[in-house]
């Protein structure tokens, strides 16, 4: 189909209020993104007229909810490009995706002294999982930073990996910088088995787990334009049969006696307990919707806001931008001497315009960069150039008010 924005827009129900008297211009999707009413009216239906448990009735209701909940593996199969819909495990995001990985495949194998190569660039949710191996198990973490432009070469990532590097760990998109990371060329340019962050990049880019190359990849509803508390890490079969559970209950096993468990077969065997049946129909109904649009139709609109705001914020000389690299997304963080990181949301929210402002929870790229926080405009597909505009003309007055 081809990209119309503003009939985009139309679906956006919350994009139509007014925020301090001004009309709203969202620039905090990478935070977490608004929802369309297809996936309102899907978590809806799915409350009002079709809920129940999952797996375990033999009622009408159970089974739809069932049938309805497990659809959903063989969309997100279907959205990564993923081989089999057996390797997608549900989760309730990308950092329950990582944490499991964590558990379940490295700490039972790494070791002291044993690496795990990270950048500079991560998330906490691809940091603090891999320190508390560091600290329980005195797994070495090497860190890889970025060039000045905030871009992360891949021969730099492989110069890092060493005789006892375990697992390279490396987010797809930073949610700082927007930097998209190469990461075919590091999972194909190594052995060591690669996990992969595709919080950011998979909402803005078509992801192909098989043409990467990767062994594990994680992604997170709430910024795909789905539920909060949805998400699903894709891991390789031959990686799953490596992985011991995580979390123990219902669901994930097929007998217990008081002497012995017998294991539910993979994916199963990672979904303990009564999930999030309707936050993960929900995002089904995103992922959908984002395919039906079409995610080379996203990138390219988005590639024209990311051209639009970079050409625009560069004539701001007092601007600092963090990270500039020439592959990046449409999300821009700015310093300005003078001002505060939360003076600039606080003025910008006045205007009817949300940005983000702290750490990102991204302290080290932070310390990398020499701040305590940034302002950050993240652009998703239902933004436009005026709002680009908008945003330019808000920090101009910023600029005049700390002059």
């Not at 950092?95 to 190569?117: C, F, H, K, M, Q």
């Not at 592959?327 to 003076?343: E, L, R, V």
């Not at 991204?362 to 998703?380: E, H, T, V």
Request: charged share 20%.
């Amino acid at each position: 189909m081809s990209f119309d924005v503003q009939k985009i827009r139309s679906d956006f129900p919350i994009l139509s209020r007014e925020v301090n008297g001004k009309p709203l211009i969202y620039l905090d999707s990478g935070a977490s993104a608004q929802k369309p009413r297809q996936v309102i009216d899907a978590i809806t239906t799915a409350y009002s007229g079709e809920y129940a448990n999952v797996h375990r009735g033999l009622h009408y209701l159970s089974n739809l909810a069932t049938d309805n909940y497990e659809s959903v593996r063989a969309t997100i199969a279907r959205f990564l490009s993923a081989p089999r819909e057996d390797e997608v495990i549900f989760t309730s995001g990308a950092t329950e995706g990582i944490n499991l990985v964590s558990y379940g495949w490295a700490a039972p194998r790494l070791e002291a002294g044993d690496e795990i190569v990270l950048s500079v660039l991560e998330h906490h949710a691809n940091i603090v999982p891999w320190h508390f191996l560091r600290e329980r198990q005195g797994v070495v973490l090497k860190w890889v930073e970025p060039e000045a432009d905030g871009s992360l070469p891949a021969e730099k990532v492989l110069a890092a990996i060493g005789p006892r590097t375990r697992l390279v760990a490396v987010t797809h998109m930073s949610n700082v910088t927007g930097t998209v990371v190469d990461v075919a060329a590091i999972a194909q340019g190594t052995d060591v088995p690669v996990l992969v962050d595709g919080s950011q990049a998979s909402v803005h880019m078509k992801v192909d787990v098989g043409a990467i190359g990767c062994d594990f990849y994680c992604i997170t509803g709430h910024k795909l334009y789905g539920p909060s508390g949805s998400g699903a890490i894709w891991i390789r079969a031959e990686r799953q049969a490596e992985m011991r559970p995580f979390l123990g209950g219902g669901d994930m096993i097929r007998t217990v006696t008081r002497d012995a468990i017998d294991y539910a077969d993979p994916p199963l065997r990672f979904e303990a307990g009564t999930p999030g049946i309707v936050n993960q129909i929900g995002l089904g109904a995103a992922l959908e919707y984002l395919m039906q649009i079409g995610m080379d139709n996203i990138a390219a609109h988005e590639r024209v806001l990311r051209d639009h705001a970079r050409a625009s914020l560069r004539k701001l000389n007092w601007l600092n931008i963090q990270g500039d690299a020439a592959n990046k997304g449409a999300i821009f963080s700015m310093t300005m001497q003078g001002a505060h990181a939360h003076d600039l949301s606080t003025i910008l929210d006045k205007k009817g315009i949300a940005i983000r402002a702290g750490s990102h929870c991204a302290m080290p790229l932070m310390d990398f960069y020499g701040i305590n926080a940034s302002a950050r405009a993240s652009f998703a597909m239902y933004n436009t150039t005026a709002e680009v505009d908008a945003l330019v003309e808000a920090l101009t007055f910023c600029r005049e008010l700390f002059a």
